[in-house]
């Protein structure tokens, strides 16, 4: 996500490192102190109407998930880049003339949906959570990462990575 996309945004925005570890710890201290958690577990968008794998991770934090479809509308300009700069999506997405974005609020997740309740596991919840998305769309599931996306695209796993010289100060 663009350092754009966050400052414009009307929701607090925490970004994930891409370390399951350091997610897991971030979004286990937000979901602590009582707040909601939006997650994106695609980590991506696709300009196909398909939906890339989902990251279980969110599965195995709580039992608490309300599915949310959203669809970004757009007829002229896709406001994602896989390659250039990433600051240019929202003006993309704004150069359309009638963006907009549609959102479904999905029913909750019944208790023997989920791990703790209903003993499944979280790949299983996860696969289950992108199925009924998928349906509401009109979507396909696939088994595609965002990394096997950015693969195909660009030929890198889609991670922003800093140049540093040996002292690790960045390069121009």
């Not at 966050?6 to 929701?11: D, E, G, L, Q, R």
Request: hydrophobic share 40%.
């Amino acid at each position: 996500m663009s350092r754009l996309s966050m400052a414009i945004s009307p929701v607090p925005i925490v970004a994930l490192t891409g370390d399951r570890g350091v997610d897991r710890a971030r979004i286990t201290a937000l979901l602590e102190s009582g707040r909601d958690v939006v997650v994106c577990p695609e980590g991506t968008t696709c300009r196909e109407p398909c939906l890339l794998r989902f990251s279980a991770l969110f599965a195995e934090l709580t039992d608490r998930i309300v599915p949310v479809a959203v669809e970004a509308a757009q007829s002229t300009y896709y406001g994602s880049t896989a390659r250039g700069w990433m600051a240019m999506d929202p003006c993309f997405f704004y150069m359309n003339p009638r963006p907009e974005y549609r959102v479904t609020f999905l029913p909750a997740l019944r208790p023997e949906e989920t791990c703790g309740s209903g003993g499944r596991s979280a790949v299983e919840v996860a696969n289950h959570v992108q199925a009924v998305i998928a349906k509401v769309l009109g979507y396909e599931c696939t088994g595609f990462t965002r990394k096997d996306k950015y693969m195909k695209l660009v030929g890198n796993d889609g991670s922003i990575a800093e140049e540093c010289d040996q002292n690790g100060k960045k390069l121009a």
